[in-house]
């Protein structure tokens, strides 16, 4: 299957050099560019993409309040099969807009100035329905985050009710997700075959009612089952 991109950015080249990288492998297709956040929602309504390449910062509609926008209309049009992930591009300098398009239900971030390889990859994860959370990354921001919100005193609490719903071995796994291991690197760590731990992360996203591996990584922090700064 090929997977339908829309790239939204307000740099022109931007969009411009990934449309060309990204158009080059057989299996991707830029169907639509969006200059801000705004024109974002719009152009993804008309050409319904399987990726949303969001840059965080626009004129107009900024990439977090487009993704909001559009993932809700997407909850909202429950009966509407087709379901597109929104895949964040930004920069160390803003990471509390990351955290916050994790809350929103963005399927993960890439930096911009990542290598290329790393984009057609990153498309291809997201579209796949997995989460990209770089294990190098995750460690250092969402606990970073979580540690420095000042709204997050009560999240802990709210989220902590829905724990009791996990069973002792879920909760293993939730915690490596949160520490950003792959399906594999989880499997090792705990010795279990790599399906018996998609089954396990699958049934964590449905117990929890959390749209993927990103909102489960911040879920696990605001519970307060993973503490900022504790690689355990």
Known sequence: MTTRVVIADDQAMVRAGFAALLNAQPDIDVVGEAPDGR?????????????????VRMPELDGLEAARLLLDAQAAAALT???????????????????????VG?????LKDAPPADLISAVRIVAAG??????????????????????????????????????????????????GLSNTEIAGRLVLAEQTVKT???????????????????????????????EG
Do not use: N, W
């Open 200 to 230: 396990h992360v699958s049934r964590v996203l449905t117990k929890l009612a959390l749209r993927d591996r990103a909102q489960a990584v911040v879920f696990a922090y605001e519970s307060g089952l993973v503490v900022a700064g504790d």
């Open 106 to 110: 963005a399927s993960g971030f890439l």
């Open 130 to 179: 997995d989460a990209l959370l770089a294990p190098s990354v995750t460690r250092r921001l969402i606990a970073d985050f979580v540690r420095s919100r000042p709204a997050g005193a009560a999240a802990p609490s709210a989220a902590a009710l829905r724990l009791p719903a996990l069973t002792a071995r879920e909760r293993e796994v939730l915690v490596l997700v949160a520490r």
């Open 39 to 55: 024109a974002a929602v719009e152009v993804c309504g008309a050409t319904h993409p399987d990726v949303v390449l969001m840059d």
């Open 81 to 103: 099969a087709h379901r597109c992930k929104v895949l964040m591009l930004t920069t160390f300098d803003i990471d509390d807009y990351v955290y916050e398009a994790l809350r």
